[in-house]
């Protein structure tokens, strides 16, 4: 059976000069005596031992001490590698009293309270060394570090274990927060997937009819014009930089017409705007019956764009 403690002096007596009618008698098994005499050393007696001199004033104290073994659970706090951490632990043990005198020269009352501080300072040179995270890891070798270790003449150890605890408590609101957290990142994760399998097979275009089926039609209409705008404005600079520079002597007369050429079919041509832009004969169905009636657009840039002026962007 575990306790948490217990005291080994089972009973202290003093003693009269004579004892006529009650001699000292030897303890039972599983005890011992300790006799304290008016000069000298302890003696301590054993279950079976005679007593010298047990009907005379020789002793003046006797102490009943305990001698079996019991088995204790020890509660102490360990620092872990960061000190705002810490491991709660429970040592297992079994103790033994090895040294009676030992025990009443101590002065050892509570068995528990004896053992903790060495045994604590010896724990947290081990735990010390590992992160709050890295509880398995702290606890076997908590174990292992304590397995040897036997106490000293007074109180016998065997048999000691170590073991990290976490609060109930703690374990159920820890263990639902990271279920929640689980949950959340598989939905994210499945969002992610879905988005990328859409991009992947329809491009922006697809990513543009999802904005659409949320937010409308006017919204998908201002991306596709934005783009449009955009490129438009890129390419504009391209030409207005390339007539600065077409009277260089340095550019050779062909490669500087082959520039040109292809510059001006992209700013003529097809838009590379998802849809081809915002050309009538590109946008179709519901989204150009829409964006006609965009209030501030001009009816002419949905029916039908002419040929651009080099001089203004924005027509």
């Known amino acids: ?7 080994p002096i089972a009973k202290s007596t003093s003693l009269p000069l004579v004892l006529p009618r ?12 300790v006799l304290a005499p008016r000069k000298g050393d302890l ?10 001199d047990a009907w005379y004033g020789t002793y003046r104290h006797a102490y009943l001490v305990d001698t079996t073994e019991h088995r204790l ?21 079994n103790c033994q009293v090895g040294d009676a005198a030992e025990i009443v020269v101590r002065g050892i009352v509570d068995v528990s309270a004896a053992l903790r501080l060495p045994l604590q300072r010896m724990l947290r040179q081990i735990s010390r060394n590992y992160d709050i995270g890295e509880l398995h890891q702290a606890e076997d070798e908590l174990s292992r570090s304590v397995r040897n270790f036997t106490g000293d003449a007074a109180i016998r150890l065997r048999n000691i274990t170590v073991e990290l605890v976490v609060d109930n408590d703690e374990v ?12 959340e990142t598989r939905l994210i994760e499945m969002r992610r997937e879905r988005h990328l399998r859409m991009l992947r097979k329809e491009g922006a275009e697809g990513l543009i009819a999802e904005i659409m089926e949320r937010e409308g039609p006017r919204a998908a209409y201002d991306i596709i014009a934005g783009a449009e705008r955009e490129e438009r404005g890129e390419l504009l600079a391209a030409w207005n930089k390339m007539m600065e520079g077409s009277h ?5 007369s062909w ?3 082959q520039a040109e050429r292809a510059l001006r079919d992209r700013i003529t041509g097809d838009s590379s705007a998802p849809f081809g ?3 009538s004969s590109r946008l179709r169905g519901s989204l150009a019956g829409n964006a006609e009636r965009v209030p501030n657009r001009a009816a002419s840039r949905v029916r039908g764009l002419p040929r651009m002026r080099v001089e203004d962007a924005d027509e």
């Open 172 to 183: 159920l609101a820890s263990g639902r927060r990271y279920r929640e957290i689980e949950r």
């Open 73 to 93: 659970v020890l509660e102490m706090p360990l620092l872990s590698q960061d000190p705002a951490f810490g491991f709660p632990s429970l040592v297992r043990l």
């Open 22 to 33: 009650m001699p000292l008698r030897p303890p039972e098994p599983g005890s011992a005596l």
């Open 277 to 279: 832009g915002i050309r």
């Open 1 to 7: 059976m575990e306790e948490y403690t217990y005291n």
């Open 43 to 52: 003696l301590t007696i054993r279950n079976g031992e005679s007593i010298p």
């Open 255 to 257: 490669e500087f017409l």
């Open 248 to 252: 260089s002597e340095e550019r050779e």
